[in-house]
């Protein structure tokens, strides 16, 4: 009858196809208008129920599209969101199938009511994933990401929507746990299409030393956490730990020696993979269970780690070689480095730069120390090729770290070291060359004395601008090694000494990489730019022979030694740690040389000048 033909079309347009009676007009399914044999009640009632059809079909074309399409469908976890997509509408198919079988098995008419009555309870579940899929077509979230938007979704409190999306997350979650297991358990990151919140980071990996002296590259990666991938419902700080426990793992085991015995996880990496797979079995995620989880796992991994680095491999002794190094604590062994490698490095590197002073470093070496074994091999210098800079300031130290030492002094941390030790070098290149300079005015100074010269008035003010000199860097000097060296080292071995995790001991030594460039000014722009001109002036002040140059660079010392006076008190007031109190009271007793400048400022036709050369 023409009855059970409209109902069975229905069912057919019910999943999503469109057909004479019922045709797609704009996008969504409705009542052909040209037909005349439905009553206005007839034709609201089943306008109703296709509204449900076309969001079905929405859902239906979008999960084909993404469904086993990888990268170019979106990737891993939009298609696991597809596959929870699919999963939902079980139920509304069922039922069509239902009314189908009931309308084939005897039934003369199966009532439009019936069919609304057994169709609408979907259509608030349908119409969310509708809105849901609509958002991710809008906003096109990056990979795991796409978690999050579907988690703050199912917050909803409409009977049926919540169930429904958190049964999709839970599809979604299953691809976050298959990640997490390679990266909790092996420390490996399974990622084809970039989606996972941790990355891998591109730049040179550790040198590392072996047992009999050679050096190799670490096998091992460098990643970082993308803060702005972690999806909402896991926190930052549980990322970080995520991100602690698989790097932690794929560093100590990609360079793993044979005859270290057992992995960091040992004999509980079984217990922790079915404490997992139990989490990804379950219908829904529960972030307090998975923090209780992540917990356990960095707990092992730490206290393990903690044991074979700081106790077994002796952290704080190959610290104290890194220090000596980058510190330059010992001062005997680049004092005569310096010596012997000034002429190379004050001009532009060349193509012979590197060897020179490769041998430059091997001679000092020799010469100045007796275990020798420590650093030979193990340190080098190395010099940039930029024919723009001159050779010094482009000097920086490799430096081979031990296994499994290279999980604390790592790549990052060796380039903070690099900052810190060519600040220090050119300080203590300024101030070996200020000695040699008053070696040097002494014997001069007694030719001049009996000779009876009459420039002594200009070398007076020379003398005294090169004693200002000595003296301010003799106390920048001291404040550098002893107020914050000295302090920063001795409060980090009394932590190391006192931790009882690893995450506690690389944390004390980025703590104490951060605070020693904070302390020498590396952070605060205006202050090293103003110290780094004044050694510089320093410098060109120690090489001058030209009586006019020497004067003018007397002028220019005053300004910016004036100009660092300035910045430090202003520092002092904001914000200054207690060593830096310190400094000032060396540098500026009393204020001494604040208020000379000030008063040569006030003198008739120099203030003003005074004042804009400052600026």
Same mark, same amino acid.
């Given at each position: 009858?023409?009855?059970?033909?409209?109902?069975? @079309?229905?069912?057919?347009?019910?999943?999503?196809?469109?057909?004479?009676?019922?045709? @797609?007009?704009?996008?969504?399914?409705?009542?052909?208008?040209?037909?005349?044999?439905? #009553?206005?009640?007839?034709?609201?009632?089943?306008?109703?129920?296709?509204?449900?059809?076309?969001?079905?079909?929405?859902?239906?074309?979008?999960?084909?599209?993404?469904?086993?399409?990888?990268?170019?469908?979106?990737?891993?976890?939009?298609?696991?969101?597809?596959?929870?997509?699919? =999963?939902?509408?079980?139920?509304?198919?069922?039922?069509?199938?239902?009314?189908?079988?009931?309308?084939?098995?005897?039934?003369?008419?199966?009532?439009?009511?019936?069919?609304? #009555? !057994?169709?609408?309870?979907?259509?608030?579940?349908?119409?969310?994933?509708?809105?849901?899929?609509?958002?991710?077509?809008?906003?096109?979230?990056?990979?795991?990401m796409v978690l999050d938007m579907v988690y703050k979704a199912s917050s909803s409190g409409v009977a049926g929507v919540g169930a429904a999306? !958190?049964?999709?997350?839970?599809?979604?979650?299953?691809? =976050?746990?298959?990640?997490?297991?390679?990266?909790?358990?092996?420390?490996?990151?399974?990622?084809?299409?970039?989606?996972?919140?941790?990355?891998?980071?591109?730049?040179?990996?550790?040198?590392?030393?072996?047992?009999?002296?050679?050096?190799?590259?670490?096998?091992?990666g460098r990643y970082k956490l993308e803060y702005d991938l972690v999806p909402g419902h896991i926190s930052h700080r549980l990322a970080e730990?995520?991100?602690?426990?698989?790097?932690?793992?794929?560093? /100590?085991?990609?360079?793993?020696?044979? *005859?270290?015995?057992?992995?960091?996880?040992?004999?509980?990496?079984?217990?922790?993979?079915?404490?997992?797979?139990?989490?990804?079995?379950?219908?829904?995620?529960?972030?307090?269970?998975?923090?209780?989880?992540?917990?356990?796992?960095?707990?092992?991994?730490?206290?393990? =780690?903690?044991?074979?680095?700081?106790?077994?491999?002796?952290?704080?002794?190959?610290?104290?070689?890194?220090?000596?190094?980058?510190?330059?604590?010992?001062?005997?062994?680049?004092?005569?480095?310096?010596?012997?490698?000034?002429?190379?490095?004050?001009?532009?590197?060349?193509?012979?730069?590197?060897?020179?002073?490769?041998?430059?470093?091997?001679?000092?070496?020799?010469? #100045?120390?007796?275990?020798?074994?420590?650093?030979?091999?193990?340190?080098?210098?190395?010099?940039?090729?930029?024919?723009?800079?001159?050779?010094?300031?482009?000097?920086?130290?490799?430096?081979?770290?031990?296994?499994?030492?290279?999980?604390?002094?790592?790549?990052?941390?060796?380039?903070?070291?690099?900052?810190? /030790?060519?600040?220090?070098?050119?300080? !203590?290149?300024?101030?070996?060359?200020?000695?040699?300079?008053?070696?040097?005015?002494?014997?001069?100074?007694?030719?001049?004395?009996?000779?009876?010269?009459?420039?002594?008035?200009?070398?007076?003010?020379?003398?005294?601008?090169?004693?200002?000199?000595?003296?301010?860097?003799?106390?920048?000097?001291?404040?550098?090694?002893?107020?914050?060296?000295?302090?920063?080292?001795?409060?980090?071995?009394?932590?190391?000494?006192?931790?009882?995790?690893? *995450?506690?001991?690389?944390?004390?030594?980025?703590? /104490?990489?951060?605070?020693?460039?904070?302390?020498?000014?590396?952070?605060?722009?205006?202050?090293?730019?103003?110290?780094?001109?004044?050694?510089?002036?320093?410098?060109?002040?120690?090489?001058?022979?030209?009586?006019?140059?020497?004067?003018?660079?007397?002028?220019?010392?005053? !300004?910016?030694?004036?100009?660092?006076?300035?910045? =430090?008190?202003?520092?002092?007031?904001?914000?200054?740690?207690?060593?830096?109190?310190?400094?000032?009271?060396?540098?500026?007793?009393?204020?001494?040389?604040?208020?000379?400048?000030?008063?040569?400022?006030?003198?008739?036709?120099?203030?003003?000048?005074?004042?804009?050369?400052?600026?």
């Open positions: 009858s023409l009855l059970q033909e409209m109902l069975h @079309e229905l069912l057919v347009a019910l999943r999503g196809h469109p057909g004479y009676i019922f045709c @797609e007009k704009g996008g969504s399914l409705a009542v052909n208008s040209s037909l005349p044999f439905f #009553h206005p009640c007839e034709v609201a009632i089943i306008n109703q129920l296709l509204k449900v059809a076309t969001d079905y079909k929405v859902l239906s074309q979008f999960i084909s599209s993404h469904v086993s399409c990888g990268a170019d469908g979106g990737g891993m976890y939009l298609e696991a969101v597809c596959q929870g997509l699919d =999963l939902v509408l079980d139920p509304y198919r069922d039922t069509v199938t239902k009314l189908e079988r009931d309308m084939l098995g005897g039934c003369d008419t199966v009532p439009l009511s019936l069919v609304q #009555h !057994r169709l609408l309870p979907h259509k608030p579940v349908l119409r969310s994933l509708v809105m849901l899929v609509q958002k991710l077509k809008q906003e096109q979230p990056v990979g795991v999306l !958190r049964q999709v997350l839970a599809e979604g979650h299953k691809v =976050l746990y298959k990640q997490l297991l390679a990266w909790l358990l092996q420390g490996a990151l399974y990622d084809p299409h970039g989606e996972f919140f941790i990355v891998k980071e591109d730049g040179e990996e550790s040198l590392l030393v072996g047992e009999e002296g050679d050096t190799s590259r670490s096998k091992s730990k995520i991100y602690f426990i698989g790097e932690s793992i794929q560093l /100590f085991e990609s360079d793993r020696r044979v *005859e270290v015995q057992g992995a960091v996880l040992r004999e509980r990496e079984a217990e922790f993979y079915q404490a997992l797979t139990k989490l990804r079995d379950r219908e829904e995620f529960v972030v307090s269970e998975f923090g209780q989880f992540v917990d356990r796992i960095r707990e092992s991994v730490s206290s393990h =780690l903690h044991h074979l680095v700081v106790e077994e491999s002796g952290l704080v002794g190959e610290l104290r070689i890194v220090w000596d190094m980058f510190t330059m604590a010992r001062g005997e062994l680049f004092h005569a480095f310096i010596h012997l490698a000034d002429k190379r490095l004050s001009v532009p590197p060349t193509g012979a730069t590197q060897h020179d002073i490769s041998q430059a470093w091997l001679s000092a070496i020799m010469s #100045h120390t007796e275990t020798e074994e420590n650093i030979l091999g193990r340190v080098s210098v190395l010099v940039g090729r930029d024919t723009a800079k001159m050779g010094w300031d482009q000097v920086s130290l490799q430096y081979a770290v031990p296994w499994p030492l290279h999980l604390v002094v790592t790549p990052t941390a060796l380039e903070k070291y690099n900052l810190i /030790f060519s600040f220090l070098l050119l300080v !203590r290149r300024t101030q070996a060359a200020l000695h040699q300079l008053w070696a040097e005015a002494m014997f001069k100074s007694r030719v001049s004395r009996r000779k009876g010269d009459k420039t002594r008035d200009v070398l007076d003010t020379v003398a005294q601008t090169r004693q200002h000199m000595t003296f301010l860097v003799d106390n920048l000097q001291y404040y550098l090694m002893a107020d914050v060296l000295d302090t920063q080292v001795s409060a980090l071995t009394n932590k190391l000494a006192n931790s009882t995790s690893f *995450e506690d001991v690389r944390s004390f030594h980025d703590q /104490f990489l951060n605070q020693v460039q904070a302390s020498i000014f590396l952070h605060n722009a205006p202050v090293n730019k103003c110290l780094v001109n004044t050694l510089t002036v320093c410098l060109q002040f120690c090489s001058s022979s030209n009586p006019d140059t020497t004067t003018s660079l007397c002028t220019s010392f005053s !300004r910016h030694s004036s100009l660092l006076l300035q910045l =430090l008190t202003s520092l002092r007031l904001q914000m200054a740690p207690t060593s830096l109190a310190q400094l000032l009271t060396r540098i500026d007793y009393n204020r001494f040389f604040s208020k000379k400048e000030k008063g040569q400022q006030g003198k008739p036709g120099d203030g003003e000048q005074s004042r804009t050369d400052t600026v």
